[in-house]
């Protein structure tokens, strides 16, 4: 059973896992223009936990302030804090391996958190990563990916206009921890809103533990 989760600087909700525990704990966030009851992150919530892992997806501190509105990037640091103190929460429950990450936005709080300490968390699940605003290509988000040591996955929609999978096949080159891009087809930025099969996405539940390992 689901748990809600409302105090020391987490808000969300805690999906125990539904079979054999794996020993590994994920967070999950959102986008820009959502929060942790977004269709997707649910979906991804429900599929790890079905597979054995804990998985917290929760607000960032911009959307605990408020319920509606984008963050504001003068308070971008407020909400890596928040995935740190998510990540802490969880290490209490997995000390064993965190992975930390999201949509979007949120997704891009957890690489820029890892590129600034890499003990955080031990691996990246990033979904939609926002490479670019739509339709400008130039203005990529890449700055930090050369401080990356923590390994990632990258789950992109095909039809995503945030970045097309060779501007993200290209942009992960510049990471130096091992990465795995993989590719919904058909998938815009909302990643037809979690219908599809995560683990069959990446090859398998081993996955998660073997990219883990430097």
Same mark, same amino acid.
């Given at each position: 059973?689901?748990? #809600?989760?409302?105090?020391?600087?987490?808000?969300? #909700?805690?999906?125990?896992?539904?079979?054999?525990?794996?020993?590994?704990?994920?967070?999950?966030?959102?986008?820009?223009?959502?929060?942790?009851?977004?269709?997707?992150?649910?979906? !991804?919530?429900?599929? !790890? %936990?079905?597979?054995?892992?804990?998985?917290? $997806?929760?607000? =960032?501190?911009?959307?605990?302030?408020?319920?509606?509105?984008?963050?504001?990037?003068?308070?971008?640091?407020?909400? $890596?804090?928040? =995935?740190?103190?998510?990540?802490?929460? !969880? $290490?209490?429950?997995?000390?064993?391996?965190?992975?930390?990450?999201?949509?979007?936005?949120?997704?891009?709080?957890?690489?820029?958190?890892? %590129?600034?300490?890499?003990?955080?968390?031990?691996?990246?699940?990033?979904?939609?990563? &926002?490479?670019? &605003? &739509?339709?400008?290509?130039?203005?990529? $988000?890449?700055?930090?990916?050369?401080?990356?040591?923590?390994?990632?996955?990258?789950?992109?929609?095909?039809?995503?206009?945030?970045?097309?999978?060779?501007? !993200?096949?290209? %942009? =992960?080159?510049?990471?130096? %921890?091992?990465?795995?891009?993989?590719?919904?087809?058909?998938?815009?930025?909302? =990643?037809?809103?979690?219908?599809?099969?995560?683990?069959?996405?990446?090859?398998?539940?081993?996955?998660?533990?073997?990219?883990?390992?430097?």
């Amino acid at each position: 059973m689901t748990e #809600i989760i409302d105090h020391d600087g987490i808000q969300g #909700i805690l999906h125990p896992p539904v079979s054999e525990a794996k020993g590994t704990g994920v967070v999950l966030t959102h986008g820009a223009g959502a929060d942790y009851r977004t269709p997707l992150l649910t979906a !991804m919530a429900e599929q !790890m %936990a079905g597979h054995g892992f804990h998985v917290l $997806r929760c607000n =960032l501190a911009f959307r605990q302030r408020r319920r509606t509105g984008p963050p504001h990037p003068s308070k971008s640091e407020e909400d $890596r804090f928040s =995935l740190i103190q998510a990540a802490a929460f !969880m $290490r209490k429950h997995t000390p064993e391996r965190v992975i930390i990450g999201g949509h979007s936005y949120g997704g891009r709080q957890a690489t820029m958190v890892a %590129a600034e300490n890499r003990t955080v968390a031990d691996h990246l699940l990033l979904f939609s990563y &926002p490479l670019h &605003p &739509p339709a400008k290509p130039a203005q990529l $988000r890449t700055a930090h990916f050369a401080k990356l040591k923590v390994p990632g996955t990258f789950i992109h929609g095909s039809a995503d206009s945030f970045g097309t999978p060779a501007e !993200m096949a290209e %942009a =992960l080159q510049l990471i130096p %921890a091992k990465t795995k891009l993989a590719i919904v087809q058909g998938g815009g930025h909302d =990643l037809k809103k979690g219908k599809f099969d995560l683990f069959a996405l990446v090859d398998g539940l081993e996955h998660f533990h073997k990219i883990c390992i430097p």
